[in-house]
Structures are given as C-alpha cells and as structure tokens.
C-alpha cells in the first residue's frame, strides 16, 4: 500500500481502490448503468474519456447519481480547454496520455512511458503518473523503475487485462487503470451481469495483491 499521508484526498482515493474503471465507448448512453454496476461490485474510482460521445455530460450525472465516496474523473484530456471543460463539467481529477497540462485545479495525473518522462512529471508535482501504454512493457518495467525511483506513485494503464492486476500492484504500482478488459461490450448494449462478474474478479484481485 502506498503512503497515502503525502497524497491529496482524490489521488489518496484512487491508491485506496487500488483500480480505476476506464469508461471509453462510442456514446456515453449506457454509462449511467454501467457505473451503478461497477460501483455495487465496490469498484470506486470511475474514468470517462472525452473520446466518448457525451461525456462531459455524463460526468455532470455521474457526479448527481453515484454516492460521494466514488470519484468520478476525465480521461484522455489533451489541452488546457479540454481540462476546463473536465472541471466545469465535474471531473474531480484528470488523467492523460500525455504531459504538458500544466497546474490544475483538480489533481492531474500525465502520461509517461520512459524514466526520464516518469521523473519528470514527478518532478513537476504530479500526484499520480499514468504509465502509458503500460501492457507492452509488463509489471517487471516498473519494479525495475521502482528501484531508483522509489517514491515515484505510478498508475499503469493501457493494455492490462483483468490477470494482470496482482501483478502490477505487486510490483508497487499504487493503482491500475484498466478499461476494456473490465468494461467490455457492457457500454455497447452487452450484458450488465457479465460486466458484474468481471468487476467482482476486478475487484477480488486488487484484495488478494493486498492480502
């Protein structure tokens, strides 16, 4: 478990989940039963990407219909105007693909790939950094960066499936961002009880890692 004593109330939210929901689908139609049924598997920490039709909308009633212990923010923000945007919206804290956002108002959390680029938004105060695309690489890249970067909180994302998630946190990862896999076609008109099951293994994976 990572020391959250260092991290803000958001960002110590999602280390505590341990998992973060990545929502992206052609529309954000389905999203509101989508989120009920990941937040009743006990799945708390929810990702909309502005890759999806309707989604700041959809972070607005997010926002109205889920309870205030889930944290619900925006994903795939590129530009300052898509953070304001995010923000104005609800996002109570944006994720990248990228760097360069600059300060927020609400916890930022950049894109990295290479050490340089990790210590660098590291550096540059960033409470969380998504480690992009992270399932190429594989959980032995971050034990290995954990050595000389040990206090450097790290979220992979992209590319990780549902198996790999004992992995990742057991290689010190504070979360992992995992859409679909998780998600499948459940925002596409697929099965809802499908999406149950596969959150409850979600979830069931992150307590083994921490058990």
């Not at 929901?21 to 989508?34: E, F, G, H, M, Q």
């Not at 990407?49 to 205030?68: C, F, K, N, V, Y």
């Not at 996002?91 to 790939?113: E, I, K, R």
Request: no cysteine; net charge negative; hydrophobic share 50%.
């Amino acid at each position: 478990m990572t020391d959250q004593l260092s991290l803000d109330p958001v960002s110590a939210a999602i280390a505590e989940s341990g998992l973060v929901a990545v929502l992206r689908a052609p529309t954000a139609d389905a999203l509101s039963a989508v989120a009920d049924v990941l937040v009743a598997a006990g799945i708390t920490a929810l990702e909309v990407t502005l890759t999806t039709h309707g989604a700041l909308e959809a972070i607005s009633a997010l926002r109205r219909q889920l309870p205030d212990t889930v944290v619900v923010g925006a994903g795939t923000v590129l530009t300052g105007e898509d953070a304001k945007a995010a923000i104005d919206a609800g996002a109570a804290f944006l994720v990248s693909p990228v760097g360069g956002l600059g300060p927020q108002p609400v916890p930022s959390y950049p894109g990295a790939f290479s050490p340089t680029e990790i210590y660098a938004a590291h550096r540059a105060g960033a409470p969380l950094i998504k480690l992009f695309p992270a399932g190429g690489l594989g959980p032995g890249y971050l034990k290995d960066l954990r050595g000389p970067l040990p206090d450097v909180k790290i979220m992979p994302t992209g590319g990780i499936g549902l198996d790999d998630i004992g992995a990742w946190l057991g290689a010190g990862a504070v979360a992992v961002g995992v859409g679909g896999p998780l998600i499948g076609d459940a925002a596409t008109g697929g099965s809802l009880t499908a999406l149950a099951a596969r959150a409850r293994r979600a979830v069931d994976a992150v307590a083994a890692a921490r058990s």
